[in-house]
């Protein structure tokens, strides 16, 4: 390619507009959906056969799709796993003379579930009854009514829109309201050389949420918290793509795909997991008492999950238990990270490291972006500006350091690494199964497939050869959705091929996923003991157990600042809180304001990085000058103060799902109003209400108050007195405490978390009306996977401070502070014995 072709390239991609992706109407699958369920007069699909097999955990059958001319048999399963309703359905497809494999893709769940155990449950009466649970099973047409509290709270082809698209015999196989658009061909400019070898294979569900009006989830869009109506505009689309300064409140795909969609009313929540990684829709339909929800996605099986319980939090607790928690991070990443492309060598990075410690603002990781390779080769060091990267890590070492280096999938032509990955035949396949070459930052590229077992040994030894053994090296996978700069909507043709001679249709959204899980098996493999840290841009369910995400290339404006928040929320209520923006957005020079308002923002993203475009100009703290230095400084300084809050509300998200910054709905399912609150949040169950201001000039925060406790002023991380309304000036960070809480916090500045290890704790209370408060402290050593730990307990009853220690680690008290009142003449305030149960009476 010469250099004018790369030049237009580059100007195409950075002005990414709508028509570089396909809306509903021009993607053939969407758009034959849609025309099905405007269509449909009668469902075709009945249950011909129903067995439960003799040990109580398993249904199996066919259902019959009824054509003019024929019945096609679609075998289904009904199983219960981890107490939650698991439905698959199949089609035996008729072999073709392909390349392709010509199964429907039903292996979503291998790269998606840790557990895929069946429980028992009871079949009688058309009824499948377990724990509390009750669905109705109705034959013809096939239809299943929820059953919970003794309430219908769900309904499935109520409205008909179950459409499977089986093998095609012949033009005339086809119900009166079938389409056939784009059956065999693709119009979309972009995609037009689409060989779609298997024709149409297309599934769509409808989903009938009764008395629901409040929807969230289904990740990743740029738009509100809460789940907009879409019958005027376009569905929410989860198709993984490079999407290039992003548009706010938009419905078009991201980076990532969760299709997990939650909702909540008060006594009763409820999650649809759409088990499929193929390109999907979701169109939002919300009724005057029900909401109605349709399902589509090109290809692969019928599979879906139902989880319905009491409370949200057990929602994420249930997705949790099939999909596996987040790890514990490393407690290093919940620290401040500084990144920019590019830091350019190694002085600049020292240098960089140095400041922080001249200005006293701690930090905890340095990054590098793709210039620090040679000319983009992974796995290799740029030896004119990066000499001696040993010798940089041990510095940064010193003081508790990390530095962190990107590897892409997409690796260059011509060099060793991709010579070996065509040599060992893992790379990702074009539709005639030879090599896929595309163009992305080094240039001509082959992409790693991550899906083939055979990759994995290769990318440990990769790894092992260029991280050796640094300790403070992690890593940043990023471009995987994958980004193909020449690609059909900025990535892989639909009808490459991966391991399995599977299209990339079927896997396109957790191509991601399988790309970091194999980096943190290299990880894990280089070295057992550290927990590594990994952020990927792409993800998918189950990414939560081994990275953490950012929303990708933001710009420097106000509304950007704005809709991070409820981006992350949503990561969060998916259960994948590791979740960050970039911290004064990526394109662009944010104002002083701007970035001000942006660290006291970022400063409660569970993920905290600034990040910068190589054509913005340098930002880091010190750069704006004081007063905003100061300001800034004091922000970075209070994450720090709060790492305890946030280690332990990770460490309590990896056990139950518990999001870390948690939507205001979760307190109280009773407020009515509070629903759809997306610019305020609490850190997990700690009582700590934030409300970032994300305004221009502004110095008035809207509190909402989600329930009648007392609320105490908290700004700045300072409990004062009972809150009341108040200016915020450009120093000032609004937080408010919750009455009955006790928040564990580390005051002294240290340069990065590695150094505050053996600092004492202040433990803060906030009364409640009665005197009494509650709170929560995890402690271990922060990096390895050994199990020492304590879990302590605090308590605040009866005028008296007490707590309760389970388990072996270092606790130290430094000070109480009491509704604003410090308290430091403890009758005993040394190191806590261990087992010793409620002490430390004041
Ligand atoms: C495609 O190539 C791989 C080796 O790269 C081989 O294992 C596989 O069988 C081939 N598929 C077909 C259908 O030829
Ligand atoms: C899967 O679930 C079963 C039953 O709940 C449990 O015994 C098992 O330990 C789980 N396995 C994993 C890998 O979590
Ligand atoms: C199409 O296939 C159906 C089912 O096999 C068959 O009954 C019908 O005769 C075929 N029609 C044509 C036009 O070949
Ligand atoms: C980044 O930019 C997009 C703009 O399209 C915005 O919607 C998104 O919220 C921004 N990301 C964050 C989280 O700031
Ligand atoms: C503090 O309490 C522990 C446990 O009750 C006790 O073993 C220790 O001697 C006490 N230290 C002082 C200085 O009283």
Redesign the pocket.
């Known amino acids: 390619m010469n250099l004018w072709l790369i030049l237009s390239l580059f100007t195409s991609i950075l002005a990414v507009k709508d028509y570089l992706f396909k809306p509903c109407e021009q993607n053939g699958f969407c758009n034959r959906n849609k025309h099905y369920s405007k269509n449909v007069e009668s469902s075709p699909y009945n249950i011909n056969e129903i067995n439960f097999n003799s040990e109580g955990n398993f249904i199996s059958g066919i259902i019959h799709k009824s054509l003019p001319s024929r019945t096609v048999k679609l075998p289904f399963e009904i199983s219960i796993i981890e107490g939650n309703f698991r439905f698959k359905m199949n089609e035996n497809r008729q072999d073709i003379n392909s390349i392709v494999n010509i199964n429907r893709y039903d292996e979503t769940p291998k790269w998606a579930f840790i557990n895929t155990t069946n429980d028992q449950f009871i079949y009688k009466n058309k009824e499948i009854i377990y724990r509390d649970h009750k669905v109705a099973v109705q034959f013809n047409p096939v239809k299943f009514t929820f059953y919970y509290k003794g309430k219908p709270q769900l309904i499935i082809n109520d409205k008909h829109f179950l459409n499977f698209e089986h093998q095609l015999l012949n033009d005339s196989d086809l119900l009166p309201f079938e389409s056939t658009y784009n059956t065999n061909s693709d119009d979309f400019p972009d995609s037009k050389n689409d060989k779609l070898p298997l024709g149409r294979e297309s599934i769509g569900l409808d989903f009938t949420l009764l008395e629901f009006n409040h929807l969230y989830g289904i990740p990743e869009h740029a738009d509100s918290f809460s789940l907009k109506d879409t019958s005027n505009s376009e569905p929410y689309r989860l198709y993984n793509v490079d999407i290039f300064e992003y548009e706010t409140n938009s419905k078009l795909p991201m980076y990532g795909s969760i299709p997990l969609l939650v909702t909540s009313k008060p006594e009763v929540s409820l999650g649809i997991f759409w088990v499929n990684s193929a390109d999907t829709y979701i169109d939002i339909n919300k009724g005057k008492d029900s909401s109605l929800v349709h399902f589509m996605s090109e290809n692969g099986i019928l599979e879906f999950i139902i989880i319905i319980e009491e409370k949200p939090q057990l929602v994420n607790y249930q997705y949790g238990k099939i999909t596996g928690f987040s790890t514990l991070p490393n407690l290093f990443s919940l620290g401040y990270h500084q990144c920019r492309w590019n830091y350019n060598d190694e002085g600049d990075v020292l240098d960089i490291h140095s400041k922080f410690d001249q200005f006293e603002i701690p930090y905890d990781a340095i990054w590098l972006d793709i210039e620090y390779a040679e000319n983009k080769k992974y796995f290799t060091w740029n030896k004119e500006t990066f000499p001696n990267p040993e010798k940089m890590m041990s510095v940064l070492d010193r003081t508790g350091r990390n530095l962190i280096v990107i590897i892409d999938p997409h690796i260059k032509t011509g060099y060793q690494i991709s010579d070996e990955l065509l040599a060992k035949e893992i790379t990702i396949k074009d539709s005639q199964n030879s090599t896929y070459f595309g163009h992305c930052w080094p240039g001509e590229s082959v992409w790693i497939d991550t899906l083939n077992p055979n990759s994995q040994s290769y990318w440990n030894n990769n790894h092992l050869q260029f991280m050796k053994n640094n300790k403070n090296l992690h890593l940043w996978n990023d471009m995987n959705e994958p980004s193909v700069f020449n690609g059909p909507e900025t990535s892989s043709p639909k009808d490459n091929l991966h391991f399995g001679n599977y299209e990339h249709r079927s896997i396109h959204n957790l191509y991601g996923l399988t790309y970091h899980e194999s980096t943190y098996k290299s990880l894990i493999n280089r070295n057992s003991n550290i927990r590594p840290f990994i952020l990927t841009r792409s993800y998918f369910s189950g990414s939560q157990r081994t990275s953490a995400m950012w929303t990708g290339d933001n710009m420097s404006k106000w509304e950007y600042l704005k809709i991070s928040i409820p981006m992350i929320l949503t990561s969060n209520i998916v259960n994948f809180p590791f979740s960050g923006a970039d911290v004064g957005g990526f394109f662009g020079n944010p104002s002083k304001e701007l970035l001000t308002r942006w660290y006291q923002t970022g400063i409660f993203y569970p993920f905290f990085r600034a990040h910068a475009h190589i054509d913005s100009r340098r930002r880091e703290p010190w750069v704006v000058g004081d007063p905003y230095t100061g300001y800034i400084r004091d922000a970075i300084r209070l994450r720090y103060k709060l790492l305890p809050v946030f280690y332990t509300s990770f460490y309590i998200n990896s056990i139950n799902g518990t999001p870390v910054i948690k939507p205001i709905y979760y307190e109280n399912l009773d407020n009515g109003d509070i629903y759809d609150i997306d610019d305020e949040f609490f850190i997990s169950d700690t009582g700590i209400l934030v409300k970032p201001i994300t305004d221009e000039a502004e110095s008035k925060v809207n509190w909402i108050i989600p329930d009648d406790s007392i609320y105490y002023d908290f700004t700045n991380g300072v409990l004062s007195g009972v809150y009341k309304d108040r200016e915020y000036g450009l120093g000032d960070i609004p937080m408010l405490l919750k009455g009955g809480s006790i928040i564990p916090m580390k005051l002294r500045y240290r340069r990065s978390s590695k150094l505050m290890k053996y600092d004492p704790y202040t433990i803060v209370i906030a009364l409640d009306k009665d005197g009494k408060a509650y709170g929560e402290l995890y402690v271990d050593d922060g990096e390895s996977f050994n199990n020492d730990h304590a879990f302590i307990k605090f308590k605040f009853e009866n005028k008296k401070f007490s707590y309760c220690i389970d388990g072996d680690y270092l606790f130290k008290l430094e000070k109480l502070i009491i509704n604003g009142i410090t308290v430091t003449n403890f009758k005993?305030n040394?190191i806590?014995?261990f087992d010793?149960d409620y002490?430390d009476e004041l």
């Open positions: 005993n040394t806590v014995d010793i002490h």
